[in-house]
């Protein structure tokens, strides 16, 4: 199986949905803090529906937690970066935890510098971003796709 983590989640409606995504796939989802929400925020709960409560979920207090629980795991960041490799060529692994930056600045760069590898989804001139749930979406169903989970 892959994992998906959420580095430093700021939409509690995204956070909401993609739990939303694991509950339904079967994808362990780790959350990595500081938020930028209340975790008990109604809108995560709007948006994750009665699914929350049967996501596979943990909250990590920090990123470097986060680092040294999956030490053996290999992380593959979701970046719009110019060496980052399209998410459709990259070959994923059993065991991958695909992390998807924040909402509002991606990540750290000492943090990302701790990624192994770098995907991104090729858009079109002058567009900056998607949506972190559509993202994260797309990502995942091609890993899940290439490893025959579905």
Known sequence: M???ALYHPQIPQNTGTLLRLG????????????????YEDKRLRRAGMDYILTASHTIHNSF????AFY???RLVALDVGENSTPYHSFEYLLGDILVIGSEHYGFLAQDLEKMMHRVKIPMLPRRR???MAVAASIVVGEAMRQLKLF
Do not use: H, Y
């Not at 509950?23 to 209340?38: N, T, V």
């Not at 470097?64 to 680092?67: L, P, T, V």
């Open 2 to 4: 892959v994992n998906l």
């Open 23 to 38: 509950s339904c796939l079967g994808i362990f989802i780790d959350l990595i803090r500081p938020f930028g929400f209340i």
């Open 64 to 67: 470097g937690n986060f680092c």
């Open 71 to 73: 030490e053996k795991r």
């Open 129 to 131: 971003s998607l949506n």
